[in-house]
C-alpha cells in the first residue's frame, strides 16, 4: 500500500503505542543459555553498529521474570520482559556490554560494538538543474534524476572502491539495491536483506546517505529540482531509519543538527533562519520525508525502549 507522506507519519505515530505493532525489525540473536558461574560467555555482537541503531537479544529459557545484570559503558542497555534492548550511542567510540543472570553470576553474554561514521563534510554540487543534481560529499559521488514527480533514481558511489548504491522510484514502490540485494521498505528483512543493510548502514558511505538529501534541500541551485530525485537520495536513509534504528526520536535530531540547513523541528521563531523546503521533519514526526509519496509499511520496524 502506497500512502501519502503525512499519513504514513500520522500511523507510524499511532503503531508506535501499540507493543507488539510497530515492533520487529531488529537483528535477532539468541542467546546460550550456559551451565554454571564461570560458563564462558556467548559472544553477542562484535562488530560496527550505525549511530543510533538496535540490537535485540531473546533469552533462551529463562522467562520474564529471571532477573538479570544488565551493563554497557555508554550504549542504552536495557530489559522488556524475555528480552534485552540494547541501542547505540550516537558519537563515535567503543563500547563494550554485557548481561549477567543475577541470581547465579554467570555472564550470558558480552560484546564489543564500534560506533563510528565518517565526519560531517562539505556538500558540493557539480549541476543541478530541474530534473538533475550531481555532486560530492566528503569521499562519496552521487547523482539523482526525478521525472515528473513520479519517476526517480539515485546513485552512490566512493571512487575507486567497486561500491556503487542504486535507488529507483517508479511512482508506486522505492527500491534500493547494495551488493546484489534489493530492498523496498515494505515488510520484514529476511536474513540476507538484513546482513545488507547492515553492511550499508556501517559502511564509509553511510554518512551521504544520511546527509546529502538534507544539505541539498535548502541550497538554492536545487530549488526547482525535480520532487522524485530529493525523494531517491533521502530513501536509503529512510530504511536505515526503520529497519537499524531502535530510538529514532533521539537519532533524527542528532543528524538533523549536523546539517547545514535548518528544520522546523529547530527554528526558533524570532530568527529568519531558512528551512529546508525539501526534506520535511518536525519534532511530531517519527522520520523526515519529503513531498512525495512514503512507500514504507510498519512491519519490521526497529523498536525504541518500550
Not at 541550497?219 to 536509503?236: C, M, V, Y
Not at 529547530?266 to 525539501?278: G, M, Q, S, Y
Request: proline content about 6%; charged content about 20%.
Amino acid at each position: 500500500m502506497l500512502i501519502l507522506h503525512r499519513r504514513a507519519m500520522r500511523e507510524a505515530t499511532l503503531t508506535a503505542s501499540a507493543p507488539g505493532n510497530f515492533a520487529l525489525g531488529l537483528f535477532f540473536i539468541a542467546m546460550a543459555t550456559g551451565c554454571g558461574r564461570d560458563a564462558e560467555p556467548v559472544e553477542a555482537w562484535s562488530g560496527p553498529l550505525y549511530p543510533g541503531a538496535g540490537l535485540q537479544f531473546e533469552l533462551d529459557d529463562r522467562g520474564a521474570d529471571n532477573p538479570f545484570v544488565l551493563a554497557a559503558e555508554f550504549g542504552d542497555i536495557y530489559r522488556d520482559g524475555g528480552r534485552v534492548w540494547y541501542n547505540a550511542p550516537l558519537t563515535p567510540r567503543q563500547d563494550t556490554y554485557s548481561i549477567a543472570d543475577a541470581d547465579s553470576g554467570e555472564t550470558l553474554a558480552a560484546g564489543t560494538i564500534t560506533i563510528d561514521m565518517l565526519p560531517v563534510a562539505d556538500l558540493e554540487l557539480l549541476d543541478a538543474g530541474s530534473n538533475d543534481v550531481s555532486g560530492r560529499y566528503g569521499d562519496v559521488v552521487f547523482s539523482a534524476t526525478g521525472i515528473e514527480s513520479t519517476r526517480g533514481t539515485a546513485s552512490f558511489e566512493m571512487p575507486g572502491s567497486g561500491e556503487t548504491l542504486t535507488v529507483s522510484i517508479d511512482g508506486t514502490a522505492a527500491t534500493l539495491a547494495w551488493n546484489g540485494i534489493s530492498i523496498d521498505g515494505f515488510g520484514a528483512l529476511i536474513d540476507a536483506e538484513r546482513d545488507a543493510l547492515r553492511s550499508l548502514s556501517t559502511h564509509p558511505i553511510a554518512r551521504a546517505l544520511t546527509m546529502v538529501a538534507l544539505d541539498l534541500g535548502c541550497r538554492d541551485e536545487a530549488a526547482s529540482l525535480d520532487d522524485a530525485a530529493i525523494a531517491a537520495l533521502l530513501f536509503p536513509w529512510q530504511v536505515i531509519l526503520k529497519y537499524e534504528v531502535a530510538d529514532r526520536g533521539r537519532e533524527i535530531p542528532h543528524f538533523l543538527a549536523e546539517s547545514s540547513c535548518s528544520f522546523s523541528g529547530f527554528r526558533e521563531d524570532d530568527k529568519d533562519e531558512p528551512l529546508n523546503l525539501a526534506v520535511l521533519w518536525d519534532n511530531s514526526n517519527p522520520i523526515p520525508t519529503t513531498l512525495f509519496l512514503f512507500p514504507f509499511d510498519g512491519e519490521g520496524q526497529a523498536e525504541a525502549r518500550p
